[in-house]
């Protein structure tokens, strides 16, 4: 066995794209999905904007059982692992039943099918509460009815670590891959955008309260002031580089290192471990800072941890040492499905010769970064790092190479 | 207590809002006799179509009798039964 781990497919249900083409096409012209909420009546709440995906029937995509029984989360990530899965050329359903398996990340779960059934807990009793709720709500539910649909029985499991998750699943699908899985269906999409998804959310105190959609979310820049949500996120498929090659397949790219961290406590003086996973992702991919062509970013939007982020890249890369970019300006944060998605326009920028945007931002020159804003750059782009961070102190970091 | 007994129709609908439609079966044709399991309805499918049919009609399906109950037409019988078994007081 070779021992690489390429990815062979995608499938991308984003709120500036749905499907990868489309996802694409919006990124690389700089056109955002972010817009005031419509899935429910959020005008009695500070924060009022989110990444929506736009045009997703789930009637149109998936047979009725399915629906009956997911939420809106699952039903995006059943259509993307649909599509990741046949962008690779993979029918499963040819394959050794354990020889194919699925991990995926997820921060929250199926909120808005959860709500529903409290609320009829609440309001008329145990009786009245879906049997599906023992399934439809919870973290690892999307890994079930992707593995469910598709007839794979290989290693499976789900990752909860917020948007640092969405590398954890990848690294954790390289993993097994390495140990001898032929297919591991990876990445993560969530999808909370429902009223108890929402105060969830505005909880961590990480929200922008603006309502103008182009001036919410602005990280590494001087007016920052917290992020927006979105909905949707990535599947990606893996396998084995040199079974990849042997069955003629596209490869879009190896996942060639990967490391996490975890943050000290706070106040104890001790650094933060962005740095630190940056620097073992790389010695794990052997390469050197040099080496890296663009960074995409966790971009948080809150000063402080911009300023961690911002530290963290000048520290490995020496002031505006390489070019970083957020095209995640364009769909807001998507926690466990916002990283797979980075990935993904990241293999694209390595096949596209070209670096996305971050729009909106006028970065503040203090953190150093040479941060791409405004259009797509030209580079020839053959490494990219990408960058995660969840709340509670995780961060994550994994090296796509172009596959030679 | 409803006043209507309870149809293969009735049923039909339920099991359309409480689990979906199967595919590749004749859901319109006649499948008193088919089993569930062949309509593709597993025991959760079941259960949750079973909620519906208890909360609608007002009678109560344990959970034994639920795993012999393989087909429509056993269904309907053992709800039709409670519906027009004379009440206890």
Redesign the interface.
Known sequence: MGQATVVTGVGVTAPNGLGAKEYWAATRAGRSGIGPITRFTADGYPSRIAGEVPGFVAEEHLPSRLIAQTDRMTRLALLAADWALADAGITPEELPEFDAGVITASSSGGFEFGERELRNLWSKGGAHVSAYQSFAWFYAVNTGQISIRHGMRGPSGVVVSDQAGGLDALAQARRQIRKGSRVIVSGGVDASICSWGWVAQLAAGRLSTSDDPERAYLPFDAAAGGHVPGEGGAILVLEDAEAARSRGARLYGELAGYAATFDPAPHGGRPPGLRRAIELALDDARLAPEDIDVVFADAAAVPELDRAEAEALSAVFGPRGVPVTAPKTMTGRLHSGAAPLDVVAALLSIRDRMIPPTVNVSPDQAYGLDLVTGRPRSADVHTALVVARGQGGFNSAVVVRRAE | MSTHAFTIDDLKRIL????????GVDFDGDILDTAFDSL?YES??L??TC?SI??EFKVSIDDDTLTITDTPRTLLRLVNHQLVAPSAS
């Open positions: 359309h809002t409480s689990a979906g439609v199967p595919e593709g959760l499918a259960l949750e909620g208890e909360r």
